[in-house]
């Protein structure tokens, strides 16, 4: 998938020997939107992650079906309500 002169493949082994260079195997790995594909990516060469977060990234499989991966989703608006609020208190005093 290109988006911006990036693909998710070449980045994956970036941040896999980046990991790995800096001695933070066990680290929790998170991505968002192409960081998410990145990570997905990535996940096969690091076997010690303590683990993924993967938010906001759409299942695309390629750039005609983009339209598609983005589809409004209840769920997604969540985080614009009045329900949610700062110290886990729903916006609730």
């Known amino acids: 998938m290109r988006q911006a002169g990036l ?3 070449p980045t994956a ?3 896999a020997g980046f990991v790995k260079e800096v001695g933070a195997e066990d680290t929790v790995i998170v991505g968002w939107s192409l960081g998410g594909h990145i990570a997905i990516e990535a996940a096969p060469g690091l076997p010690g992650a303590a683990g993924f977060v993967v938010f906001g990234t759409p299942p695309v499989g390629s750039v005609e079906r983009l339209g ?3 589809l409004p989703n209840p769920a997604v608006h969540i985080g614009f309500t009045a329900e949610v609020g700062a110290g886990g208190s729903g916006g609730r005093a």
């Open 7 to 9: 693909r998710a493949r």
């Open 13 to 15: 082994a970036i941040l």
């Open 68 to 70: 598609r991966a983005c």
